[in-house]
């Protein structure tokens, strides 16, 4: 039996942040002084507080799947901070909770990307933008990010 690989999935470009993460982390060996921008790692620990009540889920037998669209107390949560920073009005129902920004933006990029369209993207932003945007055949249009636009 031989496996085959669909050919679109040659038009998924290469995430470079994490052979960027692998040089800053080289450079920071060698002794250099490095400001690490690249792949959102925080340069921090997790602050106790969050580790303790992570322990204390588990503890508690909070594990395991949980419903599709994230646990209910924690689309509250989103729903609230929505309306006290923004001043909308968001139903926990309307919330999905998601395991990162990139299946965010491949989902939504899969929503409308086809062959003819063309999807609009910041520009400089993450590399999964062109990537999932030409995987769909869509065609990219970068959109300059200026500092001096705000």
Known sequence: MT???VPS???IGEENAFAV???ATELQR???DIIN???GQPDFPTPEHIVEAAVKALRDGHHGYTPANGILPLR???AADLHKRFQVNVSPEEVMIVPGGKVTMFMAILMFGEPGAEILHPDPGFPIYRSMIEY???TPVPV???EENG
């Open 3 to 5: 496996l085959h690989v």
């Open 9 to 11: 999935f040659g038009r």
């Open 21 to 23: 993460l692998a040089r």
């Open 30 to 32: 060698q002794g250099k």
């Open 37 to 39: 921008l690249g792949i």
């Open 76 to 78: 509250e949560a989103v």
């Open 136 to 138: 769909t055949g869509a």
């Open 144 to 146: 300059p990010i200026r």
